[in-house]
């Protein structure tokens, strides 16, 4: 599941962090879990059905309903929370507030895809385009049927969050490439309520985003919201440049080799150089998705470059960087490690003529 709304930290914020990391997390993988992956789901239809249900239903709800609440983003000993406040409208469509309450001010205010991120001790305000339209207590980036595909449902009864009662769902990787998951969904409305990443070998939990507190279905005025967003005086508005990229054209190749993982968007962004002399570095994004988790490929050029080979983890985030000729290529998710080593040997670049 994709966590980058949580804190609106940046990739490029995070990879130092998680380059640093003095050991490397290998997923170990068997041949009976990879045979699993080439037969047949053993799920009776009517759970998978009912699973798909839920699935479709959760995604719904964070896009339609009206909610405001806290929510707690847990990465091991690392804790974040949030306050959100979620306004749907039948004629102008979504307003959203995401407000960080630990550490460093931020707070984003958004109107269907128009983001806006205020930055108050910098007195900075960065508007652009939506990317990920995924992150809690959102979740898909696909149907639940295609979802299914790659996972296994289990129903695992009811339970409460914040003092509403919900729907338990598991689903569990039916390869190696992936980890498993843990659902939470009101039983009313169906907003997901809490969601946990899980080793599937052990069962231990990577990381868990959860509302400690959420009021479905009430009154939430959009006016504030929009009167924000277009109340910028006084603060430095910066548009980062992004425009959509053609990589097959520029000569890169992503073969598909992990089942379940499409394409879903292809971005170029400028990276500042560490030198402030020197220009913009052009780096290309692709991402690909299953439908749970995703995994960004990022591909830059060597040049007024510091960027060093190497593979890390923070939780269920893996990152994994090489050198390919002249570009640096460097592989993120929330995967196992040897799923970006996967994608990562399946990457070609030919010069286009």
């Known amino acids: 599941m994709q966590i980058a709304r949580l804190n609106k930290t940046t990739f490029w914020g995070r990879l130092p962090a998680l380059l640093c990391c003095a050991a490397v997390m290998f997923t170990a993988l068997s041949a009976a879990t990879h045979a699993h992956a080439q037969g047949a789901s053993a799920t009776d239809p009517a759970t998978r059905q009912s699973a798909a249900q839920w699935l479709d239903r959760i995604q719904q709800a964070a896009q339609q309903l009206n909610y405001t609440g806290t929510f707690v983003y847990q990465r091991g000993a690392f804790v974040q929370s949030s306050r959100i406040t979620h306004y749907a409208t039948k004629n102008d469509g979504e ?94 409305t169906g907003l997901l309520l809490r969601a946990q990443t899980l080793d599937p070998s052990n069962g231990q939990v990577l990381q868990q985003l959860s509302f400690t507190q959420v009021s479905i279905g009430v009154p939430v005025d959009k006016a504030p919201i929009a009167a924000a967003m277009r109340n910028t005086a006084g ?64 591909v830059e050029p060597v040049e007024h470059n510091s960027r060093k080979e190497g593979s890390g983890s923070s939780g ?6 090489k050198r390919s000729g002249d570009y640096w290529i460097t592989l993120l998710g929330e995967v196992p490690q040897i799923t970006l080593q996967q994608f990562a040997s399946a990457i070609e670049y030919k010069p286009p003529k």
């Open 95 to 188: 307003y959203e507030q995401l407000e960080s309450l630990d550490g460093k001010p931020r707070k984003m205010l958004r109107h269907n895809d128009d983001l806006y991120t205020f930055v108050p001790e910098r007195k900075l305000c960065v508007v652009e385009k939506r990317q990920n339209k995924e992150a809690f207590p959102a979740l898909l980036s696909t149907s639940g049927e295609q979802v299914l595909a790659v996972y296994d449902p289990k129903m695992l009864g009811n339970d409460r969050v914040a003092g509403i009662d919900s729907q338990v769902i598991e689903l569990d990787p039916k390869d190696a490439y992936r980890f498993a998951y843990k659902l939470w969904a009101d039983a009313k």
């Open 316 to 321: 269920a985030t893996h990152v994994l960087v």
């Open 235 to 298: 603060w430095t508005v910066v548009r980062p440049p992004l425009q959509p990229v053609d990589m097959e054209a520029q000569g890169w190749t992503f073969a598909q080799t992990v089942p379940g993982f499409r394409k879903i968007r292809e971005l170029r962004r400028p990276m500042a150089a560490r030198d402030a002399n020197d220009p913009p570095i052009p780096v290309d994004q692709a991402v690909f998705s299953d439908g749970l988790s995703a995994i960004s490929v990022f």
